[in-house]
């Protein structure tokens, strides 16, 4: 799967998210090193700490499919390039350090970083 495609995905998923309170809807998508997509959005919530990002949603839907090899990430977003928070960056560090991951303000003008270029020093226990 090419990024544009993913990236295609991220976006195709994002009027799905859950967000009354930033009105900041994301999407992303997350390919296995396998070739499956997992996609997920932002659900916002009350208790702003129990609020997930797109990009945790995706992992987490692919962890619990048995997935745990991960290839690229793209994020979309309603309001321009978007870029993993940094729990999302430290939460998919565990799983694949070396990510792609995709970002942009539409598939034209896609940004293509390592995930640990995002986040310097990240850690494993």
Same mark, same amino acid.
């Given at each position: 799967?090419? $990024? #544009?495609?993913?990236?295609? =995905?991220?976006?195709?998923?994002?009027?799905?998210?859950?967000?009354?309170?930033? =009105?900041?809807?994301?999407?992303?998508?997350?390919?296995? #090193? @396998?070739?499956?997509?997992?996609?997920?959005?932002?659900?916002?919530?009350?208790?702003?700490?129990? @609020?997930? !990002?797109?990009?945790?949603?995706? !992992?987490? #839907?692919?962890?619990?499919?048995?997935?745990?090899?991960?290839?690229?990430?793209?994020?979309? %977003? %309603?309001?321009?390039?978007? $870029?993993? !928070?940094?729990? !999302?960056?430290?939460?998919?560090?565990?799983?694949?350090?070396?990510?792609?991951?995709?970002?942009?303000?539409?598939?034209?003008?896609? #940004?293509? $970083? =390592?995930?640990?270029?995002?986040?310097?020093?990240?850690? =494993?226990?």
């Amino acid at each position: 799967m090419d $990024y #544009k495609e993913l990236y295609r =995905k991220a976006a195709g998923v994002m009027p799905n998210a859950y967000a009354p309170f930033s =009105k900041f809807s994301v999407g992303a998508a997350l390919l296995t #090193k @396998t070739g499956e997509v997992f996609t997920g959005v932002n659900v916002e919530n009350s208790s702003y700490g129990a @609020t997930i !990002c797109a990009e945790r949603t995706a !992992c987490v #839907k692919a962890v619990s499919e048995g997935f745990r090899a991960f290839e690229a990430l793209a994020v979309a %977003s %309603s309001g321009g390039t978007a $870029y993993p !928070c940094g729990i !999302c960056r430290q939460f998919l560090y565990e799983f694949a350090p070396d990510l792609d991951v995709i970002v942009g303000e539409d598939e034209a003008h896609l #940004k293509i $970083y =390592k995930l640990n270029e995002l986040l310097l020093e990240g850690f =494993k226990l």
